[in-house]
């Protein structure tokens, strides 16, 4: 899997918007970009995926530079429950299956009441 | 519709023993990852199975550590002789046959070697 940077942490407040960004310059064209986070003393927990276009789930969107060198993972209404370490990770598919994740540092999102 | 099972939560065990972790995936799953995370690090990947196959194994480390997906029943991740060092988070997830492949956490095993 390709290298990504994120912040290694951020705050923000409850209740408002929260932006968490990624590069990864070294993105090649079958790389999609993948989030993923993990709460206090859980499992990793999927959040959302993309190749080129903006997607929208049920629990955040996710936005891709034009170039695809940098995406930002965009959570409407953070809530405390949404304090977590967020993961972007780019993954290859192969033929009838995926690698295993290359988490990185991640960034540690504080969300402040 | 349950989630990928491991059990046990939480293993003790004296160095020296064994330890075995299990991971049931999430029905109609036949892709199982295993995960290390070593106290205030990061996770690590070990191993990628299929059913009765072991399809990537680059992160597993060379000794004692084997892991297997039978047929029948859950994956088993096995640490013959522990040691202090591999006291960790063991996670497990699952993924479906089609794309994105998307992983589906466990809640782990904690593995405390004593």
């Known amino acids: 899997d390709a290298k990504t940077t994120q912040p290694n942490s951020m705050e923000s407040n409850e209740e408002e918007p929260v932006h968490l960004p990624c590069n990864h310059s070294?993105?090649?064209?079958?790389?999609?970009i993948h989030w993923y986070r993990q709460l206090p003393s859980q499992g990793p927990e999927y959040v959302i995926h993309g190749l080129t276009s903006n997607v929208n789930n049920r629990m955040a969107s996710l936005a891709i530079a034009e170039d695809r060198k940098s995406s930002t993972l965009i959570l409407h209404r953070a809530t405390l429950r949404d304090a977590a370490v967020y993961y972007c990770i780019l993954r290859v598919y192969s033929g009838g299956g995926a690698d295993g994740l290359t988490f990185g540092k991640g960034t540690h999102l504080i969300i402040q009441p | 519709n349950a989630g990928v099972m491991q059990n046990p939560r939480h293993l003790v065990r004296r160095r020296g023993q064994e330890a075995r972790l299990r991971c049931s995936p999430m029905k109609g799953h036949s892709h199982v990852y295993w995960y290390r995370q070593l106290p205030e690090e990061g996770l690590k990947f070990m191993v990628y199975l299929q059913k009765e196959n072991i399809i990537d194994e680059s992160g597993m480390p060379k000794e004692r550590f084997s892991a297997e997906f039978p047929k029948e029943g859950p994956s088993i991740l096995r640490i013959q002789q522990v040691v202090r060092g591999d006291s960790a988070a063991y996670f497990c997830a699952s993924s479906p046959l089609r794309p994105p492949y998307e992983q589906y956490f466990g809640p782990g095993t904690r593995l405390t070697v004593t």
């Open positions: 070294t993105i090649s064209g079958t790389d999609y």
